[in-house]
């Protein structure tokens, strides 16, 4: 079966850094989504990978290993706002999404 | 970015009358179009596959006659949540992906529709 995995729920404090972790297993890979969702509204793109290595953007970075399965969001500089979840999503072999649970991002002052 | 259009953004309805919800794309046409449902608390879980001209492709377990989707024009795509229940009580988003299919590398979301069945 196709499967993302990533954390439930994460903690940081305004002005660090976080990563949060994807793994996947899914029938063929077309690209990987990261989206941010705050509560009650639909997810915005953050970003797309499809090839190895670390896309940059602001301070937001996403990161692609095909071979491990495995990508990771970081994010920098944190900010209140950035409360919220972030989806990791795999688009398959029938260029469908297939979207992980969501990780909560809870940021203290 | 292109921008993607629901409505409408909320709505609360007695049990078993049908409800009616339009997605458009605004500045771009959107030959597929795609129907998410989210629960609370749960990941997007994909219902169907709009396709402008064509019937709809729905995934396994969602109901065809329950939900039904019309891709009126290459703007326009609804779903209609018929008889509706509480059980289908939730967050019905679409989206639409820029490119063609097989090169698809970034979709755009509609708002959301919250749908509440008393």
């Known amino acids: 079966g196709q499967n993302i995995d990533q954390p439930t729920e994460m903690t940081a404090t305004e002005g660090a850094i976080v990563q949060i972790n994807c793994t996947y297993q899914t029938s063929g890979f077309n690209g990987l989504f990261w989206y941010q969702q705050h509560a009650g509204e639909a997810p915005t793109f953050l970003s797309y990978n499809v090839l190895d290595g670390l896309e940059e953007k602001g301070r937001f970075s996403s990161f692609l290993s095909r071979s491990k399965g495995y990508s990771y969001l970081l994010l920098k500089e944190l900010q209140m706002k950035d409360s919220a979840s972030y989806l990791c999503?795999?688009?398959?072999?029938?260029?469908?999404?297939?979207w992980g649970a969501g990780t909560k991002l809870i940021i203290k002052p | 970015g292109a921008v993607v259009s629901q409505h409408p953004s909320w709505v609360i309805c007695k049990s078993g009358t049908s409800v009616k919800i339009e997605c458009r794309s605004l500045?771009?046409?959107?030959?597929?179009m795609f129907w998410y449902r989210q629960f609370p608390k749960q990941s997007l879980m994909l219902m169907a596959t709009?396709?402008?001209?064509?019937?709809?492709?729905?995934e396994q377990g969602v109901e065809k006659d329950k939900f039904l989707i019309n891709h009126a024009s290459l703007t326009l795509s609804t779903l209609t949540v018929t008889s509706a229940h509480p059980e289908d009580s939730s967050f019905y988003i679409c989206?639409?992906?820029?490119?063609?299919?097989?090169?698809?590398?970034?979709?755009?979301f509609g708002p959301g529709t919250r749908l509440t069945v008393l």
């Open positions: 500045d771009f046409q959107a030959t597929t």
């Open positions: 999503a795999v688009m398959d072999s029938n260029y469908q999404l297939i």
């Open positions: 709009s396709n402008e001209g064509s019937k709809a492709t729905y």
């Open positions: 989206s639409a992906p820029i490119g063609t299919s097989g090169d698809y590398n970034e979709q755009f």
